[in-house]
């Protein structure tokens, strides 16, 4: 049986194939439009799917989108009319939306593959999931466990924003659940929002400012904004919030009780903003962490599946391990919207057939390499189109000059084999770069990323080396876990370097490998192997033979306000327009001195604050 997950009209669409409840290929949409974040329907991404697995429309038996559209406006005009006429404005445009496009998914849907296949009566093909249980069958279906407690958090979805639950085989029940307006993923989206960065996609952000500030309003809003119990249940303050009244997050009381400290996009970054970060970052810790000690307590489980938009706060992840809450921990690399399409096509799949489901030994993503690669052929044909310089290496001889080019601090665009699904570099598409250079963090920042100073780098490192380095005893192939850099690798700071607070302290070198150690010696782990990824293994391998350092800095192939590359011709036109040194595309080289200036600089392209 063949089956098309499809999730859209919110952000992060995307489109999944699963055939037998094998997982065959999965996209997102921005890859190929180059819209960051884009919500429109998937088709490009369906393309891409199809032709990866190498089927036509006519081949799919069912097509199932990741959530229950009448249910989710069911929400909205309650809400609406809950709160009118101080919702008027909001209702106006929910009304417009829904009603001109959102709420006729299934006829869209039905359209759209009557082009393909008009011989196909598609509605009768055209299956809907509830929202969490498409994330929960992301989280589970994939994972290595044979059975697990189930967690979903994310902003919401029809009217859940949080479940808990079991997976037992090939069956999962969802049987708590925490309802809109109270939302986990909607707190840390206002805090994003109050802080100036932008809701859905700048949460990252914040999560990476954090340890610059100090939770100095934490029990602020513990005490007046979120009501947390001790199973992890909560209810937020509607006073201090407008998201359900309208566009805005906040209302004027969440201003006044933070100082009145909005910032606006172009503000420089303050203290009080940094402070803000860390008090809502701690705030989401404790509640995840009660959250999931009490599905420990009440399935008997020590397992544990995590999915929804706040499973990607990695932070988070690495302490709830770390505090023995649960022994093993799986968490979807395409935690948000994107990983639903995933989830919805499993979750039919198991419930239409019944199939009994065999969990793979480490998991069923495939390191979340599911997106379309391309042949040397096809990467020529676009250097040439581009009119590059470039070199054709033999494979040995490629890793060996691109390792090189890292040790001596190098900055190295890296595009091999299939893209990742999910909003990971996982070195099919990366920018890498030297660990152990003190500058470079900085660098790559400004000078290639084109984003913020302070926003942090990971560092993928052989699993073999990965304690020897990292307090880490894991697999942590997704990127998906904070932990500390080792102790011993670590250098005491001056009395000096102590007493520097906020950004000043972005320029000091805490350890041997200073561009992936955060301020807080922290760092966000990807763990290696030779059987996940032989080419991303093989290059890090021999930069580890010739520096002694098992880890490179591995960030997206991309710059700020862009999704990360996906075709040739992306990663050309970016390398070209950025300040990387070098580009290791299949088994071309390109060395960026000796290309002629691009026609348009990367200023011009990017005037995007996110």
Not at 293 to 322: D, F, I, M, W
Not at 368 to 393: H, M, N
Not at 530 to 557: A, C, Q, W
Request: one cysteine or more.
């Amino acid at each position: 049986m063949i089956i098309l997950g499809l999730s859209a009209f919110y952000h992060d669409s995307a489109a999944a194939i699963v055939e037998d409840g094998k997982i065959i290929a999965a996209a997102q949409e921005e890859r190929f439009s180059r819209i960051k974040n884009d919500s429109s329907f998937p088709s490009q991404a369906i393309s891409a799917c199809l032709r990866y697995a190498n089927y036509t429309a006519s081949d799919i038996d069912y097509v199932v989108f990741y959530e229950k559209p009448l249910k989710k406006f069911l929400r909205i005009l309650q809400t609406i009319v809950r709160s009118y006429p101080k919702s008027r404005g909001f209702y106006d445009e929910a009304i417009r939306t829904w009603l001109s496009e959102k709420i006729w998914q299934k006829r869209n849907i039905a359209s759209y593959f009557s082009e393909f296949a008009p011989e196909i009566d598609w509605k009768k093909r055209i299956l809907f999931t509830e929202h969490h249980a498409s994330h929960a069958a992301s989280a589970f279906f994939p994972s290595p466990f044979a059975d697990a407690a189930i967690l979903t958090v994310d902003g919401v979805g029809e009217f859940s924003t949080t479940t808990q639950g079991v997976g037992r085989g090939n069956t999962i029940e969802l049987n708590k659940e925490i309802r809109f307006p109270h939302s986990l993923g909607l707190l840390y989206a206002t805090m994003t929002s109050y802080l100036g960065f932008k809701v859905n996609s700048g949460e990252y952000k914040v999560m990476g400012l954090a340890p610059y500030g100090e939770p100095k309003h934490f029990r602020k809003l513990m005490q007046e904004v979120i009501d947390v119990k001790e199973d992890g249940s909560f209810e937020l303050n509607m006073d201090y919030f407008s998201f359900d009244t309208s566009p805005r997050m906040f209302s004027e009381s969440f201003d006044t009780l933070f100082g009145g400290n909005r910032r606006s996009a172009r503000e420089p970054l303050r203290q009080d903003h940094m402070d803000l970060a860390s008090s809502v970052q701690k705030v989401a810790e404790t509640v995840i962490l009660r959250l999931a000690s009490n599905s420990v307590r009440e399935t008997g489980l020590r397992t544990l599946c995590l999915a929804g938009g706040v499973a990607l706060n990695c932070v988070a992840n690495g302490k709830l391990l770390k505090a023995g809450a649960v022994d093993q921990i799986w968490i979807q690399p395409a935690a948000g919207d994107a990983g639903g399409a995933l989830g919805a096509a499993l979750y039919a799949y198991y419930g239409l057939t019944g199939s009994p489901r065999v969990p793979a030994s480490d998991d069923a993503m495939n390191g979340s390499y599911l997106g379309p690669s391309f042949d040397d052929a096809e990467i020529e044909s676009a250097l040439r189109d581009a009119g590059a310089v470039f070199s054709r290496l033999h494979w040995s001889e490629l890793v060996e000059q691109a390792a090189t080019d890292l040790a001596q601090d190098k900055a190295v665009g890296w595009f091999q084999g299939r893209m990742e699904f999910g909003p990971r570099a996982l070195g099919n598409r990366s920018i890498l770069a030297n660990p152990r250079s003190p500058t470079m963090q900085r660098t790559l920042n400004l000078k290639v990323k084109h984003r913020e100073s302070f926003r942090p780098f990971a560092p993928s490192v052989l699993r073999a080396q990965a304690g020897d380095w990292f307090d880490l005893e894991v697999e942590s192939p997704y990127m998906l876990l904070v932990t500390n850099v080792h102790a011993k690798r670590c250098r005491s700071l001056s009395e000096s370097e102590k007493e520097l607070v906020g950004m000043d302290r972005l320029n000091v070198a805490r350890s041997e490998i200073p561009a992936v150690t955060h301020v807080d010696y922290s760092a966000r782990v990807q763990t290696v192997t030779n059987e996940s990824n032989h080419k991303y293994y093989s290059l890090i391998d021999n930069f580890f033979r010739k520096t002694g350092v098992p880890l490179l800095v591995n960030t997206s192939f991309n710059v700020r306000g862009e999704p990360i590359v996906c075709s040739p011709a992306d990663a050309i036109r970016c390398f070209m327009n950025t300040n990387l040194d070098s580009l290791y595309i299949g088994n071309f080289q390109l060395i960026k001195s000796r290309q002629s200036e691009p026609d348009i600089s990367m200023s011009e392209l990017d005037d995007d604050l996110d």
